[in-house]
Every structure is written in structure tokens, then in C-alpha cells.
């Protein structure tokens, strides 16, 4: 990793609720400062075996926990905006469910390169909370890899070699070594010093991190909440949720509101329901926008 960059180590769980809203917080980052920052993923495989789970806090575990995760996804969802499909749970409530088989197909895109991985995880995540796809299924994890590009002959040998195993279990490691126990858990590490958060952590928080790690020398890009701008988001992140906008760019959710219809009365974007809310993803065309300029051409 090169010089003076602030690495972001993110432990989660493609099924983790609360990961899944950190998401606009994430891509916030990413978009604020750049490449003065890395996020590393580790996966901690929240649930082994959901019969023998049980998570008191959150009142889930027993005969019923589908029932309980999903009020669960359903209440995180109130909290954090990003929409959610809780039904998902009812489909596999006659299931062996486990999360660790979809970690274990994130191991498995690492190995093909981070940015198709991270790719990867946001489409997991997005099957697994909106979509109402199984992820712990082998067919859904190879189309979605498909998907963003993944090499499928690849991705199938990385499994039945019990490489992509191997890395898990290096993963879940290191969640030991870290104490981390609960999902999304963060260490920001930097100029030899480090901060530890657990739970779900508002952007604010993150930029404290930053600037003391940089010494107040890490720079902020500047977002402007244009059209064009926005329009560029969508195109360069695919589907993109109301709160995910509001986020990064700083605005309410009726301006927010406002700039998306727009774009969508153009034919620019286009929207659809999914589980409790609404995601935008861009109209395929040939479309060229300027973000800095703020104007778009065909």
C-alpha cells in the first residue's frame, strides 16, 4: 500500500443488515477523498448455522428466526434508509441457512482482483437485501460473478480447490486476533496509529479518524449536488438507493428527490421497486457527462 494512505479495514458479512446500510457511508468516503484512503474487506461469517444461533439483543434465534431476522432487517431499515426485502428470509425458512457460504464466494472474487471483488460484494449484498436471491446458493453466487465480470471456470476452481476456504478461515482469524464479535466493525489505521469502531458508525465519525490519522492533512474532494454530478454517481456505481444520494452529496431527501425525478423524466435513470424502497441505476445509452464541467452530451 503506497505512503501516507489511511487504510479502512471493514469486517462484515455479506448478509450483515447493518453493513448493508453503512454502504452510503462507505461510497461517501470513497468519493470524498479518493485515493488518499483504502477499505479492505474481512470477512467474519456471522452465522455458521442458524439453528444453533441465537442473538438475545436482537431477539433472534429458535424455530421462528426467520420471522425474527426478518423484523430485524425490517427495523435496521427504518434507521439506516437502505431499502430492504425481508421476505427473503420466509423463502429459506426450511433451509440449513449460513452466511459462510457467501463469504466464502467474496474469498473467492479476491482472487481475480479488489476492484472486481468489491464489485462483487455490493452485488451480493444487493441479491441478499432487495432482490430476495439466496446467496448462499452456488448458482446465484456464479451469476452474479458473471455479473461483474468474474471469471466463472475460475471461480468455480478457487471453491473446489479449498483455496477460497483457506482465505475464509484466515479471515475469521483475524476477527479472533482483532476481538472483533459484532458486524460492521472498523479499524482505521494510519501514521502508525489506529482507531477501532464497532457497530454502525456515522460518516462524521470516520472524518474525525481521518484527520487525526493524516494530521489534518488529508484533503476533502469538493460535491457539488448538480445533475450531472449525480447522473455521474449512478453510471459509475450502477444502482444507487435514495439515502446513498442524500449521503454524498450532502442534500435533503427533497432535493434528492427532486434531481432524480428529473433524471428520470429525461430517460437518463430509471427506478425500481425493490423490497421497501426504491433503487436508481443508469438508462443504457450513449450518454457522456462531465462532472466537472456539469454538462452531459450524446
Not at 479488489?114 to 446467496?135: D, N, V, W
Not at 479471515?171 to 486476533?177: A, G, I, P, T, V
Not at 423524466?265 to 443504457?284: A, F, H
Not at 450518454?287 to 452531459?296: K, Y
Amino acid at each position: 500500500m503506497k505512503e501516507n494512505i489511511i487504510e479502512i479495514i471493514c469486517y462484515t458479512d455479506p448478509y450483515c443488515t447493518w453493513c448493508w446500510g453503512s454502504e452510503p457511508i462507505l461510497r461517501k468516503l470513497k468519493e470524498q477523498y479518493g485515493e488518499q484512503i483504502h477499505i479492505r474487506y474481512v470477512m467474519g461469517g456471522l452465522v455458521e448455522d442458524i439453528r444453533q444461533f441465537h442473538d438475545p439483543a436482537n431477539g433472534i434465534g429458535g424455530e421462528y428466526w426467520y420471522k425474527d431476522v426478518a423484523a430485524h432487517w425490517l427495523e435496521a431499515s427504518s434507521r439506516h434508509k437502505m431499502p430492504v426485502d425481508e421476505r427473503v428470509f420466509y423463502d429459506m425458512k426450511n433451509e440449513h441457512f449460513s452466511t459462510h457460504p457467501a463469504c466464502i464466494a467474496y474469498e473467492v472474487a479476491t482472487f481475480q482482483g479488489e476492484i472486481k471483488a468489491h464489485r462483487y460484494l455490493r452485488r451480493l449484498r444487493e441479491a441478499a437485501s432487495i432482490e430476495r436471491q439466496i446467496i448462499q446458493h452456488r448458482e446465484v453466487q456464479e451469476a452474479l460473478a458473471l455479473e461483474v465480470g468474474l471469471d466463472v471456470e475460475l471461480f468455480r476452481d478457487s471453491i473446489e480447490s479449498g483455496a477460497a476456504i483457506k482465505a475464509f478461515h484466515r479471515d475469521r482469524l483475524e476477527c479472533r486476533q482483532k476481538a472483533i464479535h459484532g458486524f460492521p466493525s472498523y479499524i482505521v489505521k494510519g501514521n502508525n496509529d489506529e482507531f477501532i469502531l464497532n457497530g454502525y458508525i456515522p460518516y462524521q465519525t470516520f472524518e474525525f479518524c481521518l484527520r487525526e490519522l493524516s494530521d489534518n492533512k488529508i484533503k476533502q474532494k469538493e460535491i457539488k449536488a448538480s445533475m450531472a454530478q449525480v447522473l455521474d454517481f449512478i453510471s459509475r456505481h450502477q444502482n444507487v438507493a435514495l439515502i446513498e444520494v442524500t449521503t454524498v452529496f450532502n442534500i435533503s431527501e427533497k432535493r434528492a428527490n427532486e434531481i432524480l425525478a428529473e433524471l428520470t423524466s429525461q430517460g437518463l435513470i430509471k427506478e425500481k421497486n425493490l423490497g421497501n424502497g426504491v433503487m436508481y441505476s443508469i438508462t443504457p445509452s450513449i450518454l457522456t457527462c462531465d462532472p466537472l464541467s456539469g454538462t452531459c452530451s450524446l
